[in-house]
């Protein structure tokens, strides 16, 4: 499987910016698909799943009411609708693949299998 990771930028707080993951390979559709990101200094943090076909979804506390993850099967997609920006979200942006449609550890960065290349967004005050 590989992935794609898109939509990153400068924005300012309160902004918003739309994330896409474009996935391709072999049964993308039997994996689960969740965000990370990673600040500087910083481990790297879940902020977001969603399996595939109107799965689950999952979100960090501190981006419930703010992001939205979804998923478009005919597109092999996954985007993450990011609002309310705010500087603290500024970090780089990894989409990864869990290896099951059902993610039953979201948040575990360990469980999955393969990861997009990042991208960087930045929130100014």
């Known amino acids: 499987v590989q992935l794609q990771a898109s939509g990153g930028g400068l924005v300012q707080a309160g902004g918003s910016l739309r994330l896409s993951c474009a996935a391709s390979?072999?049964?993308?559709?039997?994996?689960?698909l969740g965000w990370f990101r990673q600040a500087p200094g910083k481990e790297r943090e879940f902020v977001a799943a969603?399996?595939?076909?109107?799965?689950?979804?999952y979100y960090e506390d501190s981006v419930k009411g703010r992001f939205t993850t979804s998923s478009d099967n005919a597109k092999n997609t996954v985007y993450l609708q990011m609002n309310s920006l705010k500087p603290e979200d500024t970090a780089v942006y990894y989409c990864?693949?869990?290896?099951?449609?059902?993610?039953?550890?979201?948040?575990?960065?360990?469980?999955?299998?393969?990861w997009g290349q990042g991208t960087l967004v930045t929130v100014s005050s």
């Open positions: 969603v399996g595939w076909s109107g799965g689950a979804t």
């Open positions: 390979g072999r049964a993308v559709r039997r994996y689960g």
């Open positions: 990864a693949a869990y290896p099951t449609p059902v993610i039953d550890y979201y948040w575990r960065a360990y469980e999955y299998d393969y």
